[in-house]
């Protein structure tokens, strides 16, 4: 299927978490839910994107979404990587990658020149009306997880303090004037040459 955009309906779901507890898109509604899939627990790309969602969680919730995670793991295999990371969130096992298909990012991979059918790293805000927000495709781990809670923040944050460092700046500026004035003080003895001359000139009158 294709993948859904901006706008769209998110496809619903109902899945078990690494609890064995059912977690549903529909109980969800009202509150904005950070959708990620990754294709496999425990692997190096996939526990860096996990841990980097775990160390931004608290400021996830605080800007009002619901984390959870999806990969076709089972729930076994979800609870042991969720206890090694110490993940707070919800990780979903889509084990027939029924939920992956809805969303589009089951597909056709390449490694090492050898093809085959995988899951497609990829990250979905739905807002709390249930509809698409944004879509992150074939995400790269580094730097995802910031630009997911620089969305929900709406990415104004840090704009404002930016313009004060270099107006400090221009304080020294004043104090660059009172170098001119010190070459204008050695004009003056350019007289004396003058006034000597003219006494010599007296002399010899």
Same mark, same amino acid.
């Given at each position: 299927?294709?993948?859904?955009?901006?706008?769209?309906?998110?496809?619903?779901?109902?899945?078990?978490?690494?609890?064995?507890? #059912?977690?549903?898109?529909?109980?969800?509604?009202?509150?904005?839910?950070?959708?990620?899939?990754?294709?496999?627990?425990?692997?190096?790309?996939? #526990?860096?994107?996990?841990?980097?969602?775990?160390?931004?969680?608290?400021?996830?919730?605080?800007? /009002?979404?619901?984390?959870?995670?999806?990969?076709?793991?089972?729930?076994?295999?979800?609870?042991?990587?969720?206890?090694?990371?110490?993940?707070?969130?919800?990780?979903?096992?889509?084990?027939?990658?029924?939920?992956?298909?809805?969303?589009?990012?089951?597909?056709?991979?390449?490694?090492?020149?050898?093809?085959?059918? /995988?899951?497609?790293?990829?990250?979905?805000?739905? /807002?709390?009306?249930?509809?698409?927000?944004?879509?992150?495709?074939?995400?790269?781990?580094?730097?995802?997880?910031?630009?997911?809670?620089?969305?929900?923040? /709406?990415?104004?944050?840090?704009?404002?303090?930016?313009?004060?460092?270099?107006?400090?700046?221009?304080?020294?500026?004043?104090?660059?004037?009172?170098?001119?004035?010190?070459?204008?003080?050695?004009?003056?003895?350019?007289?004396?040459?003058?006034?000597?001359?003219?006494?010599?000139?007296?002399?010899?009158?």
């Amino acid at each position: 299927m294709p993948m859904p955009q901006a706008g769209d309906k998110a496809p619903g779901f109902s899945l078990p978490d690494q609890s064995g507890a #059912t977690v549903s898109l529909s109980q969800l509604k009202g509150r904005h839910v950070v959708l990620y899939f990754y294709p496999k627990d425990a692997t190096p790309g996939c #526990t860096t994107e996990a841990c980097d969602f775990r160390d931004e969680h608290s400021a996830l919730v605080k800007a /009002g979404a619901v984390v959870l995670g999806v990969s076709p793991d089972s729930v076994a295999s979800h609870q042991k990587f969720a206890t090694k990371q110490g993940l707070p969130f919800s990780l979903l096992a889509d084990p027939d990658h029924a939920l992956a298909d809805a969303y589009g990012v089951w597909g056709e991979k390449s490694l090492y020149g050898r093809k085959f059918m /995988g899951l497609i790293r990829a990250t979905f805000l739905i /807002g709390p009306d249930g509809k698409v927000v944004r879509v992150w495709p074939k995400v790269k781990v580094a730097g995802h997880v910031a630009e997911v809670l620089s969305a929900l923040q /709406g990415g104004s944050s840090d704009k404002a303090p930016a313009p004060k460092a270099p107006a400090a700046k221009k304080a020294p500026a004043a104090e660059a004037k009172p170098a001119v004035k010190k070459p204008a003080a050695k004009k003056a003895p350019a007289a004396k040459p003058a006034a000597k001359a003219a006494a010599r000139k007296g002399a010899r009158g």
